[in-house]
């Protein structure tokens, strides 16, 4: 165990000391408001989503995130409004995130959109440095507790069609002007691509690429899910960086009970350097669709998941 901390601290140290990242998640394609404000109000319904993950079991303080947002489609002012909470760990870093979301949505046709978004918020790092091991000491490094507050705004824009989504997002915009150190949250961008294809009568299978950069980094992903009937789901990511070398290897099912409740889970298969030395990680996902309205847009491209 004590090795495996060593290496565990090799490899994430690098991390802390540049700043910080957006969180990594493996079921993000359900809830793409935490990084892309233009999803707000991507249906009629006020839908509630919450994950939990634990990354990297079998390290001491591996990282774990839990967030929890909200957000529904107004016609009245052809919007979308949301909430979103996050709180994120990693070894001696803490971070919590609240932002309120707002997306303009413009009909192209009966069966189109465009949607611009822009969050804003406020982020809470803390960094507890009296808790750093490390085997060689870094004298640039604060020895005592830091917390601090910031601005944080986002912005996005996504085309959706009934069965064809693409996004590009900006998250931390604050910082796009400003130098990244170790107690700021980088500038990220992201960007998507999926398509839904019909199988027969009961079965969907929906192909994805997603890209997240940091500017210290960048994650690549392909992923495919196998819908049944809209009510179960099966699929598979594959997870890798810049460089195309491996990360992970991910699993995803879950279940659509009584129209309104989403349960999902995912487990990753770490396939790169960590994999190594680590366990694997977990992930849960809880989703909550509550109508708002008596009609039901069956039709409409929104809610397209």
Excluded: C
């Excluded at 091991?133 to 004298?139: A, K, R």
């Excluded at 349960?263 to 366990?279: A, H, L, R, V």
């Amino acid at each position: 165990m004590k090795i495996k901390l060593i290496i565990f601290l090799i490899i994430v140290t690098p991390i802390l000391t540049i700043a910080q990242t957006d969180i990594q998640t493996s079921q993000h394609m359900f809830n793409r408001t935490t990084y892309n404000p233009a999803v707000t109000g991507a249906s009629r319904f006020l839908n509630i989503y919450g994950h939990w993950r634990d990354q990297w079991q079998g390290f001491p303080d591996a990282p774990q995130t839990m967030y929890l947002t909200a957000n529904s489609y107004f016609e009245q002012i052809k919007s979308g409004l949301g909430l979103t909470l996050l709180k994120d760990k990693i070894g001696f870093e803490r971070n919590i995130l609240f932002k309120i979301s707002y997306a303009y949505h413009v009909h192209l046709s009966t069966n189109s959109y465009l949607s611009l978004g822009l969050s804003a918020g406020a982020l809470n790092i803390n960094v507890d440095w009296a808790k750093k091991q490390l085997e060689e000491p870094n004298p640039n490094l604060p020895n005592e507790m830091e917390n601090k507050w910031t601005a944080n705004f986002d912005f996005g824009i996504e085309y959706n069609m009934e069965r064809f989504t693409a996004g590009l997002s900006a998250t931390h915009l604050n910082r796009v002007l400003k130098k990244d150190i170790y107690n700021t949250m980088g500038h990220h961008l992201y960007g998507y691509v999926k398509y839904k294809f019909e199988l027969g009568v009961d079965f969907e299978l929906t192909p994805a690429l997603f890209a997240q950069n940091s500017k210290k980094s960048t994650h690549i992903e392909g992923n495919l899910l196998l819908h049944y009937r809209n009510k179960a789901w099966v699929g598979a990511s594959y997870r890798a960086d810049e460089k195309l070398k491996s990360e992970a290897v991910v699993g995803i099912i879950g279940i659509d009970l009584m129209n309104f409740l989403r349960i999902g889970y995912s487990f990753d298969y770490n396939i790169g350097e960590i994999g190594k030395y680590s366990n694997n990680t977990h992930e849960i996902m809880l989703g909550i669709r509550l109508a708002r309205v008596h009609k039901i847009y069956s039709k409409s491209p929104r809610f397209f998941e």
